[in-house]
Nanobody, 127 residues
Framework: QVHLVESGGGLVQPGGSLRLSCAASGRAFSSYGVGWFRQAPGAEREFLALVTGTTINTYYADSVKGRFTISRDNAKDTVYLQMSSLKPEDTAVYYC????????????????????WGQGTQVTVSA
């Protein structure tokens, strides 16, 4: 069992920056990948980024590439999502989740590839 808790959400102006944290508990944190998703009202849950475990490789959705950066600090059992140049369309509830496969797949963007999920943190981008 892995327990994830997101934090760092809040209200930010367009063009601003925000850093989200995903704190994990459980065994062998460094061995599993962690992804970030978001879900806006009435929308599907959308993949944002993934950082793998043993290889520490990163993958991004086109919608956030160049603006968002995923990273991990295994010493703190924490994965981060640094967000910059935020837009109103970035407004959503942001979730982190553990990546189920032991290897990267061609469908790493699918929510069904992830096993344990945090409760989410709200990000609102508005003037």
């Amino acid at each position: 069992q892995v327990h994830l808790v997101e934090s760092g959400g809040g209200l930010v102006q367009p063009g601003g920056s925000l850093r989200l944290s995903c704190a994990a508990s459980g065994r062998a944190f460094s061995s599993y990948g962690v992804g970030w998703f978001r879900q806006a009202p009435g929308a599907e849950r959308e993949f944002l980024a993934l950082v793998t475990g043993t290889t520490i490789n990163t993958y991004y959705a086109d919608s956030v590439k160049g603006r968002f950066t995923i990273s991990r600090d295994n010493a703190k059992d924490t994965v981060y999502l640094q967000m910059s140049s935020l837009k109103p369309e970035d407004t959503a509830v942001y979730y982190c989740a553990t990546y189920r496969p032991t290897y990267i797949t061609t469908t790493y963007y699918r929510a069904s590839e992830y096993l344990f999920w945090g409760q989410g943190t709200q990000v609102t981008v508005s003037a």
